[in-house]
């Protein structure tokens, strides 16, 4: 057994000496030492000595696992030395080498577009609110003076998802909303995403951006809708932008127009515009007679179309950055 002893100890410095990695340590360890290990079967085999011969062999078994433990560790210390100081090297940064360039995006033309509106209004006076997406049937056509005939409540050319519900059609369908919970004077505006079954084209999508702006108050008259609309064409387009009126039919407004800028020599349409209907206000607990307001509203992909001589709505959604890195500035 002495003989077995010193050959396992011998062998197991040889192994120790010539490993090269921490993992062959600790498998050399386990095949050693470990609860199935070489020296643990010796271990196992004393019960067959005699009693002057278990002390003697308990020692020397004692002083092999210690040694060997002993030089496994210093083995180890020096090989997890060696290895750290090679991964060192290898994930080392060259800190003289010139940086990677960032990209920076930009703001969507979309985007950027409601933020000047956004702006443009808050500074006349004008509170934001939202309004869903899935909107009700009362909000988006009964409360907005839509006879029950109207062609736009048809299925045919709007998203319903129930009968009470559909994806909004116009980001108008606030209005109610805001005079069934508020009391004037008010002045409110919202700008979102809107829906109409519609056949895609390039000035037609069945998906697009609203803005829709009103106020009531005591005497509020057609001037003021021209003015409010004046100081926002010229703020959006320039300060030599001028306003024209013409007159137009909206169910929700009385008297109604479509209103126009001048722009580079000629008159663009940007919208629809009027007072509110009296038959809304009534609808609300509202004298006609004490009461009045104007509303009007627009597509937002209108004015970047405008300003940046845009032919085709369906860029604005087809996330072709050829397109869209020209509006970068």
């Known amino acids: 057994m002495k003989e077995k002893l010193q050959a396992l100890v011998e062998q197991s410095m040889l192994s120790i000496r010539d490993a090269q990695t921490t993992q062959t340590l600790d498998a050399l360890e386990t095949q050693v030492l470990g609860r199935k290990g070489e020296l643990t079967g010796l271990l196992r085999m004393m019960g067959g000595l005699s009693a002057d011969e278990k002390p003697v062999m308990g020692q020397l078994l004692n002083e092999a696992k210690a040694s060997i433990q002993d030089a496994l560790n210093l083995r180890k210390e020096a090989l997890m030395m060696q290895e750290k100081s090679a991964k060192l090297e290898s994930e080392q940064i060259d800190i003289t080498l010139p940086s990677r360039i960032q990209r920076i995006g930009h703001k969507h033309p979309v985007s950027f577009t409601q933020e000047t509106v956004k702006d443009a209004l808050i500074g006349l006076g004008f509170e934001f609110m939202d309004a869903p997406e899935l909107e009700d049937y009362k909000y988006n056509f ?117 209103y126009s800028i001048s722009w580079k020599g000629g008159w663009l349409e940007l919208g629809g515009a009027g007072l509110i209907h009296p038959n809304i206000l009534r609808a609300h607990g509202l004298d006609p007679n004490e009461w009045s307001g104007f509303a009007f509203g627009l597509g937002i992909e209108r004015i970047p179309m405008i300003q940046r001589g845009v032919d085709d709505l369906r860029l604005f959604l087809e996330n072709d950055l050829r397109f869209l890195n020209q509006f970068g500035a």
């Open 142 to 258: 009964a409360a907005l003076n839509y006879p029950e005939n109207h062609p736009a409540m048809d299925e045919q050319m709007s998203f319903y998802v129930t009968d009470r519900h559909l994806l909004r059609t116009q980001t108008t369908a606030l209005q109610g909303r805001t005079l069934t919970l508020k009391k004037p004077p008010f002045r409110y505006a919202i700008t979102g995403r809107c829906f109409r079954n519609e056949t895609v084209d390039a000035t037609h999508h069945h998906s697009f951006h609203q803005i829709d702006v009103y106020m009531v108050d005591k005497g509020v008259s057609m001037a003021d809708l021209k003015g409010t609309l004046a100081a926002f064409a010229r703020r959006m387009f320039g300060s030599d932008v001028q306003v024209r009126f013409r007159p137009d039919f909206f169910p929700f407004v009385e008297p109604g127009v479509d």
